[in-house]
């Protein structure tokens, strides 16, 4: 890939709430409405055609990958041997050995990947070098007053880096996950510890080192040749005010906290509706809604690979052995009395350009190792890593979640608004 990639989406957003659309009934919103089989919504944020249009303008990222470069061939010359000198007549001596033959050149070494599908590990791209200190900047300016009951801070993340890493999953173990793409804490890694995460790496996000969260999702291959997408950015939401769970009970997430949503097993379609889907979004910022990655994205447009974490945490354990036990989705309109904490709920948003709709059909997620005539996609998940400041934590949740206020994707409400990434 060549030349610069310009992508429309979140500097000054605004509301993007909106009021519930029949949270308790079997109505399915526009964009992010989907009903669990217990009548929840997984998907909690139903907005109209205008409110995504308004999130989805008013900032630039360019992406300017760097182009191939061919190995030089080393030229080889062949020179003549003279002739033969003329031999004296019977002269007695020894007979050389024969010359050993020539080393066969060595074979091209492989850059794919055994699995499926398969990976040209040489064209894994290379990511953002992030922020080294924090990026904020005293303002004048307030959070929006809250029209619908819903509570926002969003941000906003560059591409950081890709590995076949997983410290939740796969812990000390480097090498050993299928092919994630990284943003935020640039020092991520198989062996990241949370406090490693929260005290170590730059950051790609907007307010530098503030937010050395971790958040990582499977990468999406071009299998024609295995070459590994490139996003343009990620836009993650810490919002309150859905499923009956009151934005006045919000807590902040807990340091160390870390947890997955969606399934990498998964290879079908959610029978009610899930935590993972993909929306095919044009200059307005509206388009369709689909649980697979669309193949009728035309091109110029952006996908956006949506996936919803749990907002109810047990109140004990920063993480469990299935690495979701410890957080629950609300039922029945609040947290489960088996985890009675309600904490922001976060939403990662990956966002792929569309610059050939035709490539669309060979595009798979890295987890995507089920039958490759079932649509592409479903195995969709995303990882969270807690590497927040506290106090930065405290402030949106006081200022922007509680109130509840609109904080857009700049502001933490206390008089300080954050930088980097577009602004």
């Not at 003329?86 to 050993?100: E, F, G, K, L, R």
């Not at 889907?277 to 910022?285: A, I, K, Q």
């Not at 952006?302 to 629950?328: E, R, Y």
Request: with cysteine; proline share 10%.
């Amino acid at each position: 890939m060549g030349g610069c990639i310009s992508l429309i989406a979140v500097a000054a957003m605004s509301a993007c709430g909106g009021a519930q659309n029949g949270a308790d009934g079997p109505q399915v919103s526009a964009y992010r409405g989907q009903l669990r089989i217990d009548g929840s919504r997984f998907g909690s944020d139903p907005r109209s055609a205008a409110e995504i249009s308004e999130e989805t303008h008013s900032m630039h990222i360019t992406v300017s990958p760097a182009g191939d470069t061919a190995a030089p061939t080393a030229a080889v010359e062949l020179v003549a041997a003279p002739p033969a000198a003329p031999q004296s007549p019977p002269v007695t001596a020894p007979v050389p050995p024969p010359a050993a033959a020539p080393a066969p050149p060595p074979a091209p070494k492989t850059t794919m990947t055994a699995s499926f599908p398969s990976i040209d590990t040489a064209r894994i791209p290379t990511g953002s070098q992030g922020y080294a200190s924090e990026m904020l900047a005293a303002t004048d300016e307030k959070p929006s007053a809250s029209g619908d009951g819903i509570g926002a801070f969003r941000t906003v993340c560059d591409f950081s880096h890709m590995a076949f890493d997983d410290p939740i999953v796969y812990p000390g173990q480097p090498g050993k996950s299928h092919l994630h793409v990284f943003f935020g804490n640039t020092g991520t890694n198989a062996n990241s510890t949370a406090t490693s995460i929260a005290t170590t790496g730059n950051s790609t996000c907007r307010g530098g080192t503030i937010n050395r969260s971790a958040y990582w999702a499977p990468a999406i291959i071009d299998t024609r040749d295995g070459t590994p997408i490139t996003p343009l950015s990620m836009i993650i939401y810490y919002k309150t005010g859905y499923n009956g769970v009151k934005p006045g009970d919000i807590k902040s997430l807990p340091q160390g906290l870390r947890m997955i949503a969606g399934d990498s097993k998964n290879s079908g379609p959610y029978q009610w509706g899930g935590p993972a889907h993909y929306t095919c979004l044009d200059s307005t910022g509206t388009g369709p809604q689909t649980q697979n990655i669309p193949l009728t994205c035309a091109t110029g447009n952006t996908i956006w690979a949506s996936v919803m974490f749990p907002q109810c945490w047990d109140g004990i354990n920063l993480d469990s052995p299935d690495h979701k036990s410890h957080m629950s989705y609300p039922v029945a309109g609040s947290c489960p009395k088996t985890h009675p904490v309600a904490v922001p709920e976060i939403t990662v948003n990956v966002q792929y350009a569309v610059t050939d709709m035709s490539a669309l059909a060979r595009w798979r997620l890295t987890s995507d190792t089920y039958d490759p005539s079932i649509p592409a996609g479903y195995s969709s998940h995303a990882d969270w890593f807690n590497g927040w400041k506290p106090q930065i934590m405290d402030a949106f949740v006081q200022n922007c979640d509680q109130p509840p206020k609109d904080c857009h994707a700049h502001l933490l409400g206390n008089g300080q608004k954050m930088l980097g990434v577009g602004v």
